[in-house]
């Protein structure tokens, strides 16, 4: 074997094809265990436990290479003051159980409550949850096994492989998923003036001083909650207006438990949120920075400006997390991909977990357990039926089953509840081509990469979605009945079932039930129409004005001046040039060790 394969790279380094010249490594390492699998996943977090369960019930031989010594390793560290944002809810009816589940995995052995009834678990009951998932499954992990990057094997094969740390290379039969998921965010240059990173703070280096947080996201107001009984006042800054998970139905946004330093502000009580790109619009950079580079400038000289306004004692670098991809330098928040979430520069290999995110980021679910879970299990089966012609998954059906069944899924079902609003995940309904008078019913698909649920104007979509809640006090409005036969102004979760650029919205209920008589007489009225083509019912889709993913949080929020991007044209006029020139060379120099401790001492003179 080794043979041949040197003389690969031999013909690779000594040919004029356009491929990329093999490294040393490459050329220099042979693993004993090529081949050996099919399918290799990297990471041992929620996304490659996730598919070493669905890649062991169905028999595949893999691996999972994961760099740290424990499953979920991410989770020993964050979120920093341990309780997760994810629900844990016991259900007394189990056929919901995942809809108030968002942390077991599908296919495995125990659930959350085994380890855990806290309705907020902490990292760590998260992560004993994925080890013991981990040890009674009896995964395949190969532990502190660090994945450098991803390539494709020199012999032409196609086959996907990974590079690992130690120079080693390592291919897969078929395929690859990588589910290495998040890493904080590093700020270089507010580190050097003195910020401490969210990883990093403690209540004890807060105590009775003024306190500014930068990052006004689920980390910056977790801090504040957690720092504002102990601080002599808190503030947080955010490039752009807060965004409020009741409001936007997005579970990724602040959540309502982090929020007492928001109530503090509105009662006055020294606590404050305000909007760290109000003072300065442009630096005037423009000349020796552009793009990525100027933002940056221009956004650390606003937060220069706070610290020295405000006199902060303790600033926190709370802005959040980057995607994180062996040997991928991101400039994007997520990476380059095509359909079913396969790299587009490394074919065979798929992206899984958060990095599934793209498509619903800020919208819905998919970048987190409870919602990837499901877009996992939809990628398996669409890998089964591409590797192995194993058909994806689907019920036939003649039009009196449909519609039952219809009823049953939205009396059931998890998926389209936690992945809302049809963006990733509907149920949809096709005419069979080879017997008339049934239908192929396919379960909570991944519906845009689907082959047989693209581009089909017979096809019917059912899901859920939101309704009209683009003002915060929209939230608490009382749920206002409507008779099925009058267009509806829902505000909360209800059904939707859709055929081309036509649209039908079922009525909402406020307990999440729609098995009663009066819900499921109209959904099978509807869905017979539907079947029939009679969509006198229904309304265009166009029609509908309202945006879930472009709301306002307030009314005024646009009426402030810095909202619009209007700062104070004089705010450089009290920073020290030899500062904001220390912050240039940082960022031409690459943010050398030299050059970032010229800015810290330019910035502890100011």
């Not at 995995?105 to 949850?129: C, H, K, R, W």
């Not at 928001?262 to 305000?274: G, I, Q, S, Y």
């Not at 357990?369 to 299990?377: E, F, M, N, S, T």
Request: aromatic share 10%.
């Amino acid at each position: 074997m080794i043979a041949p394969f040197f003389l690969i790279c031999l013909l690779r380094v000594l040919s004029s094809v356009a491929s990329p010249t093999p490294s040393a490594d490459e050329c220099n390492s042979i693993n004993a265990n090529d081949d050996a699998v099919d399918y290799i996943v990297v990471g041992a977090g929620g996304s490659g436990i996730q598919m070493g369960l669905y890649l062991q019930k169905f028999g595949y031989s893999y691996t999972i290479l994961e760099k740290s010594n424990v499953a979920g390793s991410f989770w020993t560290q964050f979120p920093r003051f341990r309780e997760l944002i994810s629900v844990n809810k016991w259900s007394r009816d189990e056929k919901h159980a995942l809809r108030y589940d968002w942390h077991s995995f599908l296919e495995a052995p125990i659930t959350m409550m085994n380890v855990t009834t806290a309705y907020f678990p902490s990292g760590d009951d998260f992560q004993a949850y994925m080890a013991e998932v981990a040890r009674i499954a009896d995964l395949r992990i190969e532990y502190e096994s660090e994945v450098d990057r991803m390539t494709s094997a020199l012999d032409g094969s196609g086959r996907p492989c990974v590079v690992m740390a130690d120079g080693t290379q390592r291919c897969a039969g078929r395929r690859i998923f990588v589910g290495t998921g998040l890493r904080e965010k590093r700020e270089s240059l507010l580190e050097a003036m003195g910020g401490i990173y969210y990883s990093e703070i403690t209540r004890d280096v807060a105590f009775r001083k003024r306190v500014c947080i930068f990052g006004n996201g689920n980390a910056g107001f977790e801090t504040a909650q957690n720092l504002y009984d102990f601080a002599d006042k808190v503030t947080v800054y955010g490039r752009k207006a807060v965004r409020i998970a009741s409001v936007t139905k997005y579970t990724g946004d602040v959540r309502t438990k982090f929020l007492q330093v928001l109530e503090n502000f509105h009662f006055k009580l020294r606590d404050t949120v305000d909007q760290a790109d109000a003072y300065l619009h442009l630096s005037g950079l423009d000349h020796v920075l552009d793009g990525r580079d100027l933002k940056q400038a221009d956004r650390v000289i606003d937060a220069s400006i706070i610290m020295r306004r405000d006199a902060c004692e303790v600033s926190v670098i709370a802005t959040g997390f980057d995607s994180d991809v062996p040997g991928l330098n991101l400039t994007t928040r997520f990476p380059p991909s095509a359909d079913w979430y396969e790299s587009s520069n490394v074919p065979r290999v798929h992206y899984i977990g958060w990095l599934m995110h793209e498509n619903d980021f800020r919208k819905n679910s998919g970048g987190f357990l409870a919602g990837y879970r499901y877009l996992i299990r939809n990628l398996v089966h669409h890998v089964r039926e591409q590797d192995d012609g194993i058909p994806y998954p689907r019920l036939t059906l003649s039009k009196e089953e449909v519609a039952r069944h219809v009823a049953r899924r939205l009396d059931i079902t998890s998926d389209l509840i936690i992945l809302q609003d049809g963006v990733v995940l509907r149920d949809v309904i096709i005419p069979s081509d080879d017997e008339l008078g049934l239908y192929h019913y396919y379960e909570g698909i991944t519906y845009q990469f689907h082959d047989d649920a693209i581009d089909r104007d017979d096809a019917i979509y059912v899901y859920f979605m939101w309704g009209d809640t683009r003002r915060a006090q929209d939230v608490f409005e009382n749920v206002n009945r409507y008779s099925d036969t009058k267009a509806l102004r829902n505000l909360h979760i209800h059904p939707v079932v859709e055929v081309g650029v036509m649209i039908r919205e079922m009525e909402e209920d406020i307990a999440v039930d729609w098995s009663g008589y009066f819900h499921t007489e109209a959904i099978d009225a509807t869905i017979r129409a539907a079947l029939d083509g009679d969509l006198g019912m229904f309304t265009a889709k166009e029609a509908k004005t309202y945006e879930r993913a472009a709301i306002n949080m307030t009314d005024d929020e646009d009426r402030r001046p810095h909202a619009r991007g209007v700062g104070d044209p004089t705010a450089m006029n009290f920073v020290p040039p030899n500062f904001v020139s220390a912050i240039v060379r940082s960022i031409l120099g690459g943010y050398s060790s030299d050059d970032l401790q010229a800015l810290t001492e330019a910035a502890r003179s100011w």
